[in-house]
């Protein structure tokens, strides 16, 4: 689930009240999220995943924040690490990365720094000086990864950079270090690659075949929840709007094959 720092579907970002409200209706037990904001004045100084995993019900989740301070296209944040927190650990942003949250216990967790690429996105958005709206050329951040050990199962956590050639080499990285693990596995988050392309690259067999970007209309896959590794199959798949963030959030029940 992309929550794009909390902003809801009309714009305005959600405070905590909200944010707990917009996923205290998701019957799931882990849950993946990316665009995660710790204190960040943008966003109210809410510690989003901490209060997203208080309005699902999960008593344990991990943060992997990739930037201490505000993504801007000035590059006056730096890259974070990725510093791991979770619930007992205090907050000192302002921070931003993703998270991954977990009703079920948790065995083990761990975390991959998968770097950033050198590609520039073009964004509009307002001039902090005249209030103008304009494009900008934003750098690509810090990418990673957080996984959770459930017992026989593993869950992989990510968001892939917007450059298509560097998520590829990304997603290659990941399949080597999910290869280590003791499986099944499944990759849930945005890889920012369309379609069937990410489970051929991943060896992996998709379990959700939906269109998830943008949530008011969506034409392409960018969201992904993958199976790698034998003994595994989902049903119920679906893709769902949100009242936050700007992809659907993609559902479903995974079972032993």
Do not use: C, K
Request: aromatic letters at 4%; glycine letters at 12%; proline letters at 11%.
């Amino acid at each position: 689930m992309n929550t794009a720092s909390g902003r809801s579907p009309g714009g305005p970002v959600l405070d905590a009240a909200g944010l707990e409200e917009a996923v205290a209706g998701l019957d799931v037990d882990v849950l993946a999220v990316q665009e995660v904001d710790a204190g960040q004045p943008r966003s109210h100084g809410v510690d989003q995943a901490a209060v997203l995993a208080a309005g699902l019900g999960a008593a344990d989740w991990r943060g992997a924040a990739t930037v201490a301070g505000t993504p801007d296209p000035f590059r006056s944040w730096s890259p974070a690490g990725p510093l791991l927190r979770g619930p007992q650990t205090p907050l000192d942003g302002p921070l931003y990365g993703i998270a991954l949250l977990s009703r079920l216990p948790v065995l083990e967790w761990s975390v991959l720094d998968l770097g950033a690429g050198r590609a520039r996105l073009p964004v509009q958005g307002p001039d902090p000086l005249t209030g103008r709206v304009r494009w900008w050329w934003f750098p690509d951040e810090p990418r990673a990864a957080v996984a959770a050990r459930l017992g026989s199962l593993t869950v992989v956590a990510t968001h892939l950079s917007f450059a298509p050639h560097t998520a590829v080499r990304q997603l290659l990285r990941l399949r080597r270090w999910i290869a280590g693990m003791p499986g099944p596995v499944v990759l849930a988050g945005d890889l920012n690659l369309p379609g069937a392309l990410p489970g051929r690259l991943l060896r992996a067999t998709p379990l959700v075949r939906e269109p998830s970007f943008p949530a008011s209309g969506p034409r392409v896959q960018l969201d992904h929840l993958l199976a790698v590794g034998d003994g595994l199959r989902g049903r119920d798949a679906g893709a769902s709007t949100l009242p936050v963030g700007d992809h659907r959030a993609l559902t479903v029940t995974v079972i032993p094959a």
